[in-house]
């Protein structure tokens, strides 16, 4: 390349910034191609910052189904497309996914892909509803030049409900900035910011408040555990719909004293380790990336065993794995690593060496880059 206005552009579509894993990594990805501009379009809601990105807020792309403001979206993002003129456009989230690749295929783009960070349907929806998600990945996967899943798990399931091939799909793992976690607090530094003495047993959970991630799931396994160990603490990052039923679960067992509502944070690596054990409840996922910080902080893990949760952890080998929704399960592995905290060492240590390898996300970046210009290559 001899220049910047030379690059070829990528555009990358996200339906929030949210402070999710997806949203991330979308934004780290377009921040650090090498070969590419990458430029942003997304809705108005989320708290995640994309200095230096040519980023376009698109007001009618939001996660909630609605006819009229979809179709508005649908029409914003072509007209913004048609106007970039990119030779890429990435699409990342459910609903983005599907707006995205159909605007991108309006607007005569010539390289179409998505990324599955988890599914926009899952087992715990009616049935029709599931069935209805499942038919429009089915269509617009036949526009799309090509398709990535985060988990092998994703990947498979994409191709054993028939909405692609296997050739027509790619495994990249999300990742972490490993680099950024060199600077972490200690965990004594990280407790003081909660005025949490060093010797208290802390666990926490960094989520949305959202269904997907059961975080009253985790208000429960709390209720239980602090009838065994009453100076327990817990933390809670996050926000969202579900907030308001938390306070009032909180208040109902008579343990909001015990609990730090922490909010959304953009800055994990001062929080995670004031954790003596990380905990996420969720009912479906794609890959989550706070299991991965987590680890590179060496801190054992107990997480539901669903899709990417079980491609990052080995039960009982590198952290425990739980059915969802099994709340006495939780309890049974969390206090087994309080009574066990030189297993659970062992544990978080096998597991940071597996991040280091396959999760780092500036190789993900190089892989997703390989792959644009592969697919590039086959387009023109």
């Not at 650090?32 to 376009?56: D, K, M, Q, V």
């Not at 996914?97 to 599914?119: E, K, S």
């Not at 998600?133 to 996967?141: C, M, Y």
Request: net charge positive.
């Amino acid at each position: 390349m001899n220049g910047y206005a030379e690059m070829k552009k990528c555009v990358h579509i996200v339906t929030t910034l949210e402070l999710g894993g997806a949203q991330q990594n979308t934004v780290f990805t377009a921040s650090n191609l090498r070969n590419f501009e990458g430029i942003l379009i997304t809705g108005s809601e989320g708290i995640i910052a994309a200095p230096g990105i040519t980023t376009y807020r698109v007001s009618a792309l939001a996660r909630k189904i609605n006819p009229v403001k979809d179709i508005r979206a649908l029409i914003k993002i072509f007209v913004l497309l048609w106007i970039i003129k990119p030779e890429i456009v990435h699409t990342h989230s459910s609903k983005a996914g599907i707006l995205g690749r159909w605007a991108a295929f309006f607007a005569g783009v010539p390289v179409i892909i998505h990324t599955f960070h988890g599914f926009g349907f899952n087992d715990w929806q009616r049935p029709f509803t599931k069935k209805l998600f499942i038919f429009a990945e089915k269509v617009t996967a036949k526009i799309s030049t090509h398709l990535f899943a985060v988990s092998v798990k994703n990947l498979v399931k994409a191709v054993a409900l028939g909405i692609c091939r296997d050739s027509g799909i790619s495994l990249v793992h999300s990742g972490i900035d490993i680099k950024k976690w060199e600077g972490r607090l200690t965990p004594k530094q990280a407790r003081e910011r909660f005025g949490i003495s060093p010797g208290a047993l802390v666990c926490g959970m960094v989520s949305c408040f959202k269904l997907q991630k059961a975080p009253v799931d985790f208000v429960e396994i709390a209720k239980r555990l602090l009838k065994i160990y009453p100076e327990m603490r817990f933390i809670l990052v996050g926000d969202g719909v579900l907030r308001g039923e938390i306070e009032k679960k909180l208040h109902k067992y008579r343990i909001a004293d015990s609990f730090i509502l922490a909010g959304w944070r953009n800055d994990p690596e001062n929080i995670l380790p004031a954790f003596d054990v990380n905990v996420l409840t969720s009912l479906w996922e794609g890959l989550p990336r706070v299991i991965l910080e987590a680890g590179v902080c060496m801190i054992p893990s107990v997480v539901s065993e669903v899709d990417g949760n079980s491609e990052i952890i080995t039960s009982g080998i590198s952290g425990f794995l739980v059915k969802p929704r099994d709340i006495s399960g939780f309890v049974e592995k969390i206090g087994y690593l309080f009574k066990s905290p030189d297993e659970g060492r062992v544990f978080a240590h096998k597991l940071r060496k597996k991040i280091i390898g396959d999760f780092d996300i500036r190789n993900m970046v190089c892989l997703i880059e390989r792959k644009y210009e592969e697919l590039l290559s086959g387009a023109e």
